[in-house]
């Protein structure tokens, strides 16, 4: 009787307590949106405008770009600390070979896509094959790009992007709607299907939930590492094109700080450190919270001091959520 | 002679000799005597002279000849610092704790101090330097292995006021005279101060929005690392205006960390918030001027209707010569060859000032071309390297 008083929801089906309860992870991180725009809204009428959301999609493009192969790797058990320093390689090597001419537009994407995919291809031999600790390995990767990049610019990075080059990585409008924004769903769609669609999402889940487990049911888990940390690698240099092409600069600390909000980012959204659980739906809602959050506070023109402040409680809020209602 | 005998009258006469020749001798010995005091009189006063000579001279000034680069302001009096107590022998080892070269200012301002300790291989046996980063936590550690490696001088670049302060002083009370490059200390326990004079060049750039705005309206504010010195003494500085000119009114100001993009996305989000009520920008660099400038013009409105400062980021002066408006005052990245001159005058013993700023100097639409430079990169910053220094190098 007791147990069963327990097991017993508090709140009523149409509350709001009863409501959070039926909501995992996922759920509450939209719902956190969700309270966050009508709460800006009130604050402020300049945040509700189709302008302002656009801003924020756009501005979320990157982030969520980046949060798509961070979510990939956490299913597997992994984390990937590397990607900043592969998106800041990503956009220097770019300036420096395009040089202002459209004619290399295409080589120097697929050279910094390369370059993604071989970090990846390092993180992903090393974590399955000498069993590095991810954490620890993609650290250190971090560094070491870091340096690499430092090397090749000599710290002054040269070059310039076209407008053509802008363009082609989203600068451009497309119904009125900034390309950016299109390209994120697109990756994010793919992603869908990949994680939700074909034998290969499975067994991503299966890897990171029980490694032991897969691998005794024959999946190869050296394999599917592998394979998350390339795609990791892969949307990280993308990731580090549009930011390149969005800020039309490349210096040595482009990407400073896009791996720690993807990470939480997706951790937020309900994607477990431990692997095996999570997915993009709650990542998409987490870099929409991180990033609306940031729009808020610089319409509302927070204290910048106190920025840091409402930021850090803002994110936790879900997490709160989360463990009242268990 | 030996073996003569002298007889009483040969005595006399030898006496009255002798006593003539002593006499003479006398006289003679008095006179070169009295040469010698004379002579050891002269140089006695003759060095007074010369120890006296800065009390009728500008007090404690230097005898050397500094680079016009290098040459400190002299807007305000100076305080001259007594480094006698420095003075050793060379060659000496220097430690050079960098906060970062994580932009084209910082980069620019590295190589310049490399650069100068290549000119003084018979002073400079060593050049310790150390990166913290951007981590005001890890440049007290760098600090402390400097001291460690028994350099006979320390040039700091702070990452933040409070950055490395306990390091500082315990250089200072160590001996090690502490010269301060670029940007401010909390604490006043230093030899010198090599820098940018921020609060000036914020005062330059408000009084500037100020009189494009004709003294009235309304002002976002872009601003460096909270807590960096450029960013709090570069906004005192614009404040020592704005605080006489009541009906400026600043809507907005945010830290964007000298970063292009971010200073973008901000200034999107402001003109959502403020749209239509932005007259002027109040900017501290080149690097996020540049954001802004895009986020204007993405959102279809003319820039050049928001008066905008900024400094001499290469950018930021090629949009500013384009487009013919906003201004810049410039940011110096010699600072370093300063400190490093700095070093070698205190360690041999030479009076330096305190407070030893480098001019800034404004530019704008009208001259900008003088110190733009199109055929290079957007991340150059106008600087005194030879053409042939590879950046990198040793």
């Known amino acids: ?326 | 002679m030996p073996g003569t005998r002298l007889t009483g009258r040969g005595s006399i006469r030898m006496f009255q000799s002798l006593h003539s020749q002593s006499e003479a001798i006398s006289q003679g010995g008095n006179s070169a005597m009295k040469r010698i005091l004379f002579g050891v009189a002269s140089l006695i006063l003759i060095g007074l002279a010369v120890m006296a000579l800065p009390a009728f001279t500008q007090a404690g000034a230097p005898t050397v000849d500094i680079s016009a680069d290098y040459r400190w302001s002299t807007d305000e009096p100076i305080q001259w610092q007594d480094t006698t107590k420095y003075k050793k022998a060379g060659p000496y080892k220097f430690g050079f704790s960098n906060c970062s070269t994580t932009n084209a200012y910082a980069v620019y301002f590295w190589e310049t101090a490399k650069w100068e300790a290549t000119k003084h291989p018979n002073k400079i046996a060593e050049f310790l330097t150390t990166d913290a980063g951007d981590s005001a936590a890890k440049q007290l550690s760098d600090v402390e292995d400097l001291i460690a490696k028994g350099i006979h001088a320390l040039i700091i670049r702070p990452c933040t006021l409070d950055a490395a302060v306990p390091a500082i002083e315990k250089a200072m009370d160590k001996g090690i005279p502490v010269i301060i490059s670029n940007r401010s200390t909390k604490t006043s326990k230093y030899v010198t101060q090599n820098t940018t004079p921020w609060f000036d060049r914020g005062r330059n750039q408000a009084e500037w929005v100020v009189k494009q705005l004709g003294g009235k309206g309304n002002i976002v504010s872009f601003e460096g690392p909270a807590g960096s010195g450029p960013a709090v003494e570069g906004f005192q500085g614009a404040m020592s205006v704005l605080k006489n000119n009541p009906n400026i009114k600043i809507l907005a100001r945010k830290a964007t960390n000298w970063s292009r993009a971010e200073a973008k996305a901000t200034m999107e989000d402001w003109l959502q918030a403020f749209p239509k009520k932005i007259d002027g920008i109040l900017q501290q660099s080149g690097i996020m001027g540049a954001g802004v400038v895009e986020a204007i013009e993405e959102a279809k409105i003319n820039p050049c209707s928001m008066p905008q400062s900024g400094d001499d980021y290469n950018g930021y002066m090629k949009w500013i010569l384009k487009n013919k408006c906003n201004m810049i005052t410039t940011n110096p990245t010699w600072a370093s060859g300063a400190s490093v001159v700095a070093a070698l005058m205190i360690l041999d013993g030479q009076p330096v000032p305190k407070q030893w700023n480098i001019p800034t100097k404004i530019y704008d639409a009208t001259n900008i071309a003088e110190i733009t430079d199109l055929s290079k990169s957007d991340e150059w910053m106008p600087n005194i390297l030879p053409k042939d220094w590879k950046i990198g190098g040793k």
């Open chain 1, 1 to 326: 009787m007791l147990a069963k008083a327990i097991s017993r929801p508090v709140g009523s089906p149409r509350s709001f307590l009863g409501l959070c309860q039926r909501l995992d992870q996922a759920g509450i991180v939209w719902l956190s949106v969700l309270l966050l725009v009508l709460i800006a809204s009130i604050l402020s009428p300049a945040f509700l405008t189709i302008r302002n959301l656009l801003n924020i999609l756009r501005q979320a493009s990157i982030l969520g770009i980046i949060s798509v192969g961070q979510t990939i790797v956490l299913l597997s058990g992994g984390a990937d600390l590397s990607q900043s320093t592969v998106m800041t390689l990503s956009a220097v090597v770019a300036f420096q070979y395009l040089a202002g001419r459209d004619a290399m537009i295409l080589p120097v994407m697929l050279l910094c896509l390369a370059i993604g995919a071989a970090v990846g291809l390092f993180n992903g031999l090393m974590i399955s094959k000498v069993k590095v600790p991810p954490f620890l390995m993609t650290l250190g990767t971090r560094t070491i790009i870091l340096g690499v990049g430092l090397v090749f610019t000599q710290g002054v990075p040269q070059g310039s992007i076209t407008p053509l080059f802008r363009q082609v990585l989203g600068r451009i409008d497309l119904l009125g709607i900034p390309g950016q924004i299109f390209i994120w769903a697109v990756i994010v769609l793919i992603s869908w299907v990949l994680l939700k669609r074909t034998v290969f999402g499975r067994r991503l889940y299966a890897v990171g939930g029980n490694r032991r487990a897969a691998r005794q049911s024959g999946v190869q888990v050296d394999r599917i590492l592998i394979v998350a940390y390339v795609i990791s690698g892969l949307l990280a240099a993308y990731g580090g094109l549009m930011l390149g092409a969005r800020s039309g600069n490349a210096d040595n600390a482009l990407g400073h700080g896009y791996e720690l909000n993807a990470l939480a980012a997706s951790v937020i959204g309900g994607t477990s450190f431990a692997g095996g659980r999570g997915g993009l739906g709650g990542t998409v809602g987490g870099v929409l919270l991180i990033i609306a959050l940031q729009n808020v506070l610089n319409i509302l023109g927070v204290n910048p001091n106190a920025y840091l402040v409402a930021m850090g409680l803002v994110i936790m809020a879900p997490m709160v959520l989360l463990k009242v209602q268990r």
